[in-house]
């Protein structure tokens, strides 16, 4: 079974601190995700990485930055918490994308973080 | 346009009722088309995936996707209380791209 860890399930954190989410997989997959989940708005791509070192912006990247320095790694940074970026956050890792292949995302329990 | 659009209810039923859960989409190049489940307070996780057009069938669950009309769906026969959760639909294209789309989510509740 494919598992995603999150390194804490609850967060709480004051404005302007900084912020780190970890999220780790055991499947070998190059590809990893992190989202944020809102009411109303569902799953937002934060940002994606499909390899070591290689990161993309998705939809919400601003106030956020990536780090992958392991395959297996991949972790979250709030520069600078603020209370708009109290949320649920999801990291996702996939296998990359072969010709024929079943292409899922696998999830982690998500981070509740909360912004004072 | 959200690339897809899903319902978000709430849908409330009574046990045993036969559930079905939608979503369209508008990306001709999706191929690949997943199910998830998503229980209060943690992270969703897959319940059915479906390659190009047509039916899968586990246990109480029936997917069915429809490319001709854009059109996917969720059937669960003989609700139980269980089932009572937010189901996102996802999808993503063939060989090219890594990124994954998914629907805001429809939240069921199945009532004993």
């Known amino acids: 079974d494919v598992k995603v860890t999150q390194s804490s399930r609850y967060l709480v954190k004051r404005t302007g601190e900084k912020v780190f989410l970890e999220c780790v997989q055991d499947?070998?997959?190059?590809?990893m995700f992190w989202y944020r989940q809102d009411p109303g708005l569902g799953l937002r791509l934060i940002y994606f990485?499909?390899?070591?070192?290689?990161?993309e912006k998705g939809d919400i990247p601003e106030g956020y930055s990536v780090s992958r320095e392991k395959k297996e790694r991949f972790s979250l940074i709030l520069e600078s918490a603020s209370t708009n970026q109290t949320s649920m956050y999801l990291c996702a890792s996939a296998e990359q994308v072969p010709l024929i292949a079943k292409n899922i995302q696998y999830f982690g329990a998500g981070t509740r973080l909360s912004v004072l | 346009q959200k690339e897809v659009e899903q319902d978000p209810g709430p849908l409330s039923v009574p046990e045993g009722a036969i559930v079905s859960l939608n979503c369209t989409y508008s990306?001709?190049?999706?191929?690949?088309f997943m199910w998830y489940r998503q229980y209060s307070r943690k992270g969703p996780e897959l319940l059915m995936y479906t390659y190009s057009s047509g039916n899968k069938e586990d246990g109480r669950f029936t997917a069915q996707v429809d490319k001709s009309s854009k059109y996917i769906s969720l059937f669960i026969r003989d609700s139980q209380p269980s089932d009572s959760a937010t189901y996102l639909c996802a999808m993503r294209p063939g060989v090219t791209g890594n990124q994954f789309y998914f629907g805001t989510g429809t939240s069921l509740t199945v009532i004993p």
């Open positions: 990306n001709s190049a999706f191929q690949y």
């Open positions: 499947m070998d997959h190059e590809n």
């Open positions: 990485s499909y390899d070591v070192k290689m990161k």
